[in-house]
């Protein structure tokens, strides 16, 4: 299986900072990864997919990028709304798999 | 809109078989891939298997000894059955549609089973 390391576990920004995640794949997925948002009690919500396409309704202020092993998302000012879970997960093959999550905390 | 709902029993004994429904509602479950993915109370997202609406399957390799995932057409529903659980099985229960391997959704609320004797 492919493993996914995302980091920081834990990150702790202020409305309107920029904030990076990143994500890396123990191999080459190609493009191959989408980025979720998660809230507490609720389904994950795909942001982004194909490392750098934003999904429909998804706010401009994210945005993704990278290939082959090393993948980032960037927040470019968040909002009170992005304080969240963020995944990372590969879809190269299966098994899908997925980071084991950043937790974006206000400072 | 399509929506989905998890349903089934919210508390499993050890050693036992879970048993859950994903139904479909507002659209048809035909021409997609379904997937189940599961998640520990206050970890990550584990994908557990899928289905094709013509009924071909593909596992979790670590969970593929016990896992059944089907699919009734006929009344817009798949089914997830675990055999043999244990505690560490504990998890919201979620179903997603699989679109090229994102979980693009729509996604059911999920239903939180636990495994406690």
């Known amino acids: 299986d492919i493993q996914m390391t995302q980091s920081p576990s834990t990150l702790s920004a202020s409305v309107g900072d920029r904030v990076t995640i990143t994500c890396r794949a123990s191999?080459?997925?190609?493009?191959?990864l989408a980025w979720y948002q998660q809230k507490p009690g609720k389904a994950p919500k795909v942001l982004i997919y194909?490392?750098?396409n934003l999904e429909s309704g998804v706010p401009s202020r994210f945005s993704g990028s990278g290939s082959g092993t090393e993948f980032t998302l960037t927040i470019s000012s968040l909002q009170p709304d992005d304080f969240a879970t963020y995944y990372c997960?590969?879809?190269?093959?299966?098994?899908?798999?997925f980071g084991q999550g950043t937790r974006l905390e206000i400072k | 809109q399509v929506q989905v709902q998890e349903s089934g029993p919210g508390l499993v004994k050890p050693s036992e078989t879970l048993s859950l429904t994903c139904t479909v509602s507002?659209?048809?479950?035909?021409?997609?891939?379904w997937s189940w993915i599961r998640q520990p109370p206050g970890k990550g997202l584990e994908w557990i298997g899928y289905i094709y609406y013509r009924g071909t399957t593909n596992y979790n390799p670590s969970l593929k000894s016990r896992v059944t995932i089907s699919v009734d057409t006929s009344k817009n529903q798949i089914s997830l059955k675990l055999s043999s659980v244990t505690p560490a099985d504990t998890a919201v229960y979620y179903c997603?549609?699989?679109?090229?391997?994102?979980?693009?959704?729509?996604w059911g609320q999920g239903t939180l089973v636990t495994v406690s004797s």
């Open positions: 507002g659209g048809s479950i035909g021409i997609y891939y």
């Open positions: 997960q590969h879809y190269n093959s299966y098994p899908i798999t």
């Open positions: 191999q080459i997925i190609s493009t191959w």
């Open positions: 997603a549609r699989d679109m090229g391997g994102v979980l693009r959704g729509p």
């Open positions: 194909k490392a750098s």
